[in-house]
């Protein structure tokens, strides 16, 4: 008689395995369940705290550079007085920028640097730039102001310190960021201290600082010019910091020249005179005068220039053949005598100075009008910053030899 064996005896490996596999599928769609209400959960957060996504958002472009605020400093590198229709020489105006640039990178932000800079018409008379009675106000205002790109190469500084200009299309995103932010978005500063902007949170997590120019120039912010730790960008940055074409100008300019030396002359707008009650003439820098006029430059500068050297001069100086004399001992040369090469790239004196500057810079032997510092060499050896004490003026070498 034959048996059968019962068909649970075989169908039981089979149960295992399906109740096994509808555990795992069971599992899964627990697994997904639980992360699509996690997810909702972290959505419905976010959507009601949007701060929330900018922060994560600032947090990942810190990473890179850490400048993902900004700082604004007003439409105008110079404003002295209460007169913004005039503004000072590059020089001056430059100490303003370098002061903005210095906040910029002490609170790590990006600076929102004006689009234009104006030049001084006592700047602008002289040189490559010529102007006409004839000229419409747009050829005026072109004469009185020129592009800030045009005289910096800004990718070039936001190497060491982030710049956006403020008519560019980022600046004009950042607007409208810190409009949808609220009193997240922008603070309206003056008169506070940079550590306070630095470490206040109310300050610090705040996307744009609006530290609004007073009526004096930048630099008045930057007044302890003496404490060496508080300067973080040198004297020779801007100058180093020229457009590109200005740089290639100059550097087509000092290969002409070969091996030389350079000095700049400082006079024109140095040279205040005014008289007293007696009638008396008086003066704020007593030796400048008499100091760069030739023969005393001749005298000056022998111990550092050998006779027969190439000497590359720069000057504020309007009298024609002013320093000729100083041919007798050097091969004296001019930005003038490069016009062929200046008169293609040069759109004002800003420019021209700058080209200058940069030739100067190159030379074997630099002399200066005034001391910067310690190290330099000199013409005078009248401060360049005076107590506007009025004092007669010295033609005389006073005993002094050559």
């Known amino acids: 008689m ?5 068909l649970r005896n075989k169908q039981k490996p089979r149960s295992r395995i399906l109740i096994f ?25 976010t959507a009601k705290t949007p701060e929330n996504l900018v922060v994560k958002s600032n947090s990942q472009q810190r990473e890179p550079n850490g400048n993902e605020k900004y700082l604004y400093w007003g439409n105008r590198i110079d404003c002295p007085g209460k007169h913004c229709e005039s503004c000072e020489g590059l020089g001056h105006q430059e100490s ?14 990006t600076f929102v640097m004006p689009s234009r800079m104006c030049i001084n018409p006592i700047h602008n008379k002289k040189g490559i730039l010529r102007q006409s009675n004839n000229s419409s106000s747009e050829e005026r205002w072109a004469s009185s102001s020129c592009s ?24 004009y995103r950042v607007l409208s960021t810190s409009m949808k932010l609220g009193d997240r978005g922008i603070a309206h500063v003056k008169g506070v201290s940079r550590d306070d902007l630095k470490e206040k949170s109310g300050y610090s997590n705040i996307l744009l600082i609006n530290r609004t120019a007073s009526p004096l120039s930048w630099f008045m912010e930057c007044k302890d ?38 000095i ?7 040279l205040k005179i005014r008289k007293d009650r007696f009638g008396v003439e008086r003066t704020l820098h007593p030796h400048l005068d008499r100091d760069t006029r030739p023969e005393f430059i001749l005298c000056r500068i022998a111990k550092w220039v050998p006779p027969g050297r190439t000497l590359f001069l720069a000057s504020n100086e309007r009298t024609p053949g002013f320093f000729s004399p100083l041919s007798v001992r050097y091969k004296l040369t ?4 490069y016009s062929s090469i200046l008169d293609t790239f040069v759109e004002n004196n800003y420019q021209l100075f700058m080209i200058e500057r940069l030739v100067m810079m190159g030379a074997k032997t630099f002399i200066r009008t005034f001391k910067g510092d310690d190290t330099d060499l000199s013409l005078t050896d009248d401060p360049k910053k005076n107590s506007k004490a009025w004092q007669l003026p010295i033609y005389t ?3 002094e030899k050559c």
């Open 2 to 6: 034959a048996f059968h064996k019962p």
């Open 21 to 45: 596999t509808i555990s795992i599928v069971a599992s899964a769609i627990l697994y997904l369940l639980s992360s699509l209400v996690s997810t909702n959960e972290f959505s419905f957060s």
């Open 96 to 109: 303003s920028l370098r002061c903005a640039l210095e906040e910029a990178m002490f609170l790590r932000r």
């Open 148 to 171: 800030m790109d045009s005289l910096y190469d800004l990718d070039l500084m936001s190497n060491t310190v982030p710049v956006i200009l403020d008519n560019s299309k980022m600046w």
């Open 225 to 262: 010019r003496n404490n060496r730790s508080a300067i973080m960008l040198p004297y020779s940055f801007l100058p180093s910091m020229a457009a590109k074409k200005l740089r290639d100008v100059a550097e087509k300019i000092k290969v002409l020249l070969g091996d030389y030396d350079a």
């Open 264 to 270: 700049h002359v400082r006079r024109g707008d140095k």
């Open 334 to 337: 001019y930005s003038s005598n």
């Open 397 to 399: 070498m006073d005993g």
